[in-house]
Structure formats: structure tokens, C-alpha cells
């Protein structure tokens, strides 16, 4: 055999070997990386802390949330982007609300009816004043100010 082909053949076995390794590392850290794929409601959950505590893996709470409703559908596809598509409705200090918007702006439109839906389930989400909406069409914000009471909606889909 020829050094030309023996190198060759060392650079071969070589880039197989680092691939496979590649290969092995991925397929057992992918499920790690973000929070585990769900279709949950809230009304499955017992309580408020259990609640908060879910919705907490998927939403950062920019204030203190004492209450919440709402429908997750989250996959976790490993190390490719992940999937979502949720609206969480959540109760804070009217005094906290502006916490939930920052760097955003308003002016965005929604369809809010999901939020009124999740709304029903607790009185304590309940409003009587209009939304202020911030964000955009695929993720967005509606801030009931006077209630303390934020809905957030956002999609990948």
C-alpha cells in the first residue's frame, strides 16, 4: 500500500469515528436541552403552586404570579428548534403589570377569546377593562392593567 493511500485511508477511518461520535453525543443530550414536550391544561393540575410551577418551565414570569390558567402544547424536538404553541393567562400586582413590558411595544391586534375562555375558570382572572396588546401577530401580550391580569399567547406554528 502506498503513504498516499494509507493516509487515506487514516483520514477515512478518522472523519467515521469523529461522526459517530458526533452521532452518539447528540442522540443522548438532545432530550436534555429545554423544557419536556406537553399538552397540558391547567385544570389538570390540583392547585395554584402546582400551576405556577408548570407554567413557569415554559413563560419567565416578569412579577409575582398568583394565579393562572391556561393550554400548553410544547415539543421538545432535542437540538433542532422546538415547537409551541400556548396562552397562559396569569395573575400579578396591578402595581407590577408595566414588568411585562419591557422592550416591547404596543399596538399589536389579537384575538383574545382564548384568554376569556381560560379567564372563565377562575374568578380571580377575571376583567372588566380593555386590553392594552403588545407584541406581534405570533406572540403578543394583552395587559389588563387596572385588574393586574396579563394573557400571553405565542405560536410556532
Request: with cysteine; hydrophobic share 45%; proline share 4%.
Amino acid at each position: 500500500m502506498t503513504r498516499r493511500r494509507k493516509v487515506a485511508l487514516a483520514l477515512g477511518v478518522a472523519t467515521l469515528a469523529a461522526t459517530g461520535l458526533f452521532l452518539v453525543s447528540a442522540f443522548f443530550v438532545s432530550d436534555e436541552d429545554g423544557p419536556p414536550t406537553t399538552n397540558t391544561d391547567s385544570s389538570a393540575l390540583p392547585n395554584d403552586a402546582a400551576r405556577i410551577a408548570f407554567a413557569g418551565q415554559y413563560l419567565d414570569f416578569h412579577s409575582t404570579v398568583t394565579a393562572t390558567a391556561f393550554q400548553i402544547t410544547y415539543w421538545n424536538n432535542g437540538f433542532a428548534p422546538s415547537d409551541w404553541d400556548f396562552t397562559i393567562v396569569v395573575k400579578t400586582a396591578p402595581a407590577e403589570i408595566q414588568r411585562w413590558t419591557a422592550g416591547l411595544k404596543p399596538g399589536a391586534s389579537a384575538d383574545v377569546r382564548a384568554c376569556t375562555m381560560l379567564q372563565g375558570r377562575d374568578s380571580r382572572l377575571a376583567t372588566r377593562s380593555a386590553p392594552v396588546v403588545y407584541g406581534s401577530n405570533r406572540c403578543w401580550r394583552a395587559l389588563f392593567a387596572a385588574e393586574g391580569v396579563v394573557c400571553v399567547s405565542c405560536t410556532t406554528l
